[in-house]
Nanobody
Framework: QMQLVESGGGLVQAGGSLRLSCAASGRGSSDVTLGWFRQAPGKEREFVTAISWTGASTYYADSVKGRFTISRDNAKTTVYLQMNSLKPEDTAVYFC????????????????RGQGTQVTVSS
């Protein structure tokens, strides 16, 4: 089993920044693809970004390219999402997810998911 615990959400004004963290623990937590999804009220879940276990490969949705950056610590068990130039449309619950897939195929290969952290961007 693997556990994923997110932190770092909150309320920020448009144009501001937030940094989310996801700590993975348990079996396989250092060699798994980690990523972030988000879901806003009344909307479908959106695949935001992912990073391979080595950190060499990343994927970003078009909606966040150039504004969000995903990274992974040296121990490979914590993933960070630096969110800059935030917009009201970025408001959502952000979920950390893990799976043994290539980064762009994480949506079809999620094996574990965290509880989520709320990000609210005010206009």
């Amino acid at each position: 089993q693997m556990q994923l615990v997110e932190s770092g959400g909150g309320l920020v004004q448009a144009g501001g920044s937030l940094r989310l963290s996801c700590a993975a623990s348990g079996r396989g937590s250092s060699d798994v693809t980690l990523g972030w999804f988000r879901q806003a009220p009344g909307k479908e879940r959106e695949f935001v970004t992912a990073i391979s276990w080595t950190g060499a490969s990343t994927y970003y949705a078009d909606s966040v390219k150039g504004r969000f950056t995903i990274s992974r610590d040296n121990a490979k068990t914590t993933v960070y999402l630096q969110m800059n130039s935030l917009k009201p449309e970025d408001t959502a619950v952000y979920f950390c997810a893990a799976g043994w897939t290539a980064v762009r195929y994480l949506p079809t290969g999620v094996k574990y998911r965290g509880q989520g952290t709320q990000v609210t961007v005010s206009s």
